[in-house]
C-alpha cells in the first residue's frame, strides 16, 4: 500500500464531525509548563483502522530485507578523516519521548503489533521507565523529538518537547530537545527559530511520510535556511511509504536538499534502512550529508563494515525508543559485531552527536 492510499484511508477518511487534531491544550491534571501540559488529541480511529495491516507490512518487510552485514560489505568507500570528538557514554540520537495524547495514539499502533505476535517491544511506554533503562544500558544522552504529522500542530510539540527535555535532563543524564515543523505551516521559518531561541531546542525532526510531504518541499526552504544558519541537525525520515521504509528512488530529494543547504547538517534516519546502499553514496556527494542508524521496529540498516569505517564521522547510533523491538544493548552487540576501531566506535556512538549539538548556535 503506497503513502496516498495509506494518507487517504488514514487521514482523510474522518467523518466530518471528528476533528484531525486539537492543538496543545493545558491538561487539567497537570501544572502550567510541565511535560504533561501538552494535551495533543489525536483521533485513533483514523489511524486504528490501517495500524494492523502498517505493522503487519513492516515487519514483513523489515524481515525479508534484513541481511547479513558481512555479506554486503562494500568497496572503495572515501575516509574523510576529519577529526571526532570522542566523550563519555552512549549518545542515543534517535528517541521520541512525545507528550501526552499523541504519544499514547503512537504507542497504541505499536502495542497492536505486538499483541499479533509480530514483535515485543524492548521498552515501555512511560517516559522514565524508558530513561531508567537507557540509563542502565550505558547512555548519558538522548536526542528526543516529535513529528508534525500536518500544519499548526508544531508549536505545541515543540513546546512540550522542551519541556520533557527538562524533566529528564541531570544527574549525568542529557535529553537535546528536537524541534519539528511542517511544509504548509503559515510562518516554517518563524517555528524554528522560536525552538531555537525560545525553547532552547538544538535538533529537527521532518517525518515524509508522516506528514506526507517530499524533504525537498519548497515549503521548508525557510524553516532549513535557519536552521542551516544555526548548524541545527535535521533528522529526515525520508519516504512516503506506510511501511516506513526508504525507496531508493527517493534519494533524490536528499541531494537536492544537501546541494541547495550546504551548511545544514542533514541526518538520513535509519541510513535509508534497506537502501543504506545507494544512501551511502551520498557521503561522497555532500560533506554535509550524516545518517543515523536506527532500525526500523525489528531491523537494523543494511550496512557493512566499510561503509561504518570510511564514514564514521558523519554516522549516529540511534534506538528509536521507546517504540521499537530491539534494546540499546541488543543494537550496541551489533554494532560491535562488525569489529570497528575504536575511534570509529566512540565517534558513532556518542561523539558525532555531541559534535554536531556543540556547533548549534
Not at 128 to 138: D, F, Q
Not at 239 to 248: F, I, P, Q, V
Not at 251 to 262: E, N
Not at 266 to 274: E, I, K
Request: aromatic content about 6%.
Amino acid at each position: 500500500m503506497g503513502f496516498v492510499q495509506f494518507q487517504d484511508e488514514v487521514f482523510a477518511s474522518t467523518p466530518a464531525h471528528e476533528p484531525d487534531i486539537v492543538a496543545m491544550t493545558p491538561s487539567p491534571a497537570a501544572p502550567a509548563g510541565s511535560a504533561g501540559d501538552a494535551n495533543t488529541t489525536i483521533v485513533p480511529a483514523r489511524i486504528a483502522t490501517v495500524a494492523t495491516r502498517v505493522l503487519r507490512n513492516m515487519a514483513l518487510l523489515c524481515s525479508l530485507r534484513t541481511l547479513s552485514s558481512r555479506r554486503h560489505r562494500r568497496k572503495g568507500a572515501r575516509d574523510y578523516g576529519e577529526p571526532m570528538e570522542m566523550g563519555p557514554g552512549v549518545v542515543d540520537s534517535h528517541v521520541h519521548l512525545l507528550p501526552g495524547r499523541i504519544g499514547e495514539k503512537v504507542r497504541a499502533i505499536f502495542e497492536a503489533g505486538e499483541r499479533s505476535g509480530r514483535f515485543t517491544l524492548a521498552y515501555p511506554a512511560g517516559h522514565a521507565e524508558t530513561v531508567a533503562i537507557l540509563r542502565s544500558e550505558g547512555v548519558t544522552g538522548i536526542w528526543s523529538f516529535p513529528y508534525a504529522h500536518r500544519p499548526e500542530v508544531s508549536e505545541g510539540l515543540n513546546e512540550a518537547s522542551a519541556a520533557i527535555a527538562r524533566e529528564f535532563t541531570g544527574d549525568g543524564f542529557d535529553v537535546t530537545g528536537g524541534g519539528t515543523v511542517h511544509p504548509s505551516e503559515d510562518d516554517p521559518a518563524g517555528i524554528v527559530e522560536r525552538a531555537l531561541a525560545v525553547h532552547g531546542l538544538k535538533v529537527l525532526k521532518l517525518h515524509c511520510s508522516v506528514g506526507g510531504f517530499r524533504v525537498d518541499d519548497p515549503g521548508l526552504t525557510p524553516a532549513l535556511s535557519v536552521a542551516e544558519e544555526a548548524r541545527m541537525p535535521v533528522i529526515v525520515h525520508l519516504g512516503h511509504s506506510s511501511d516506513g521504509l526508504t525507496e531508493e528512488h527517493e534519494l533524490d530529494a536528499v541531494s537536492t536538499v544537501c546541494s541547495r543547504h550546504p551548511g545544514l547538517p542533514f541526518v538520513l534516519a535509519h541510513c535509508g534502512h534497506h537502501s543504506a546502499p545507494a544512501a551511502a553514496r551520498l557521503f561522497g556527494m555532500h560533506g554535509n550529508f550524516h545518517a543515523d542508524l536506527t532500525p526500523v521496529v525489528t531491523a537494523p540498516p543494511n550496512v557493512g563494515r566499510d561503509m561504518l569505517v570510511a564514514h564514521a564521522d558523519r554516522i549516529l547510533f540511534g534506538s528509536d525508543a521507546p517504540n521499537t523491538a530491539i534494546r540499546v544493548a541488543d543494537h550496541l552487540a551489533w554494532l560491535d559485531a562488525f569489529g570497528l576501531p575504536d575511534h570509529a566506535r566512540a565517534a558513532i556512538t556518542g561523539g558525532n552527536a555531541r559534535r554536531l549539538v556543540a556547533a548549534v548556535g
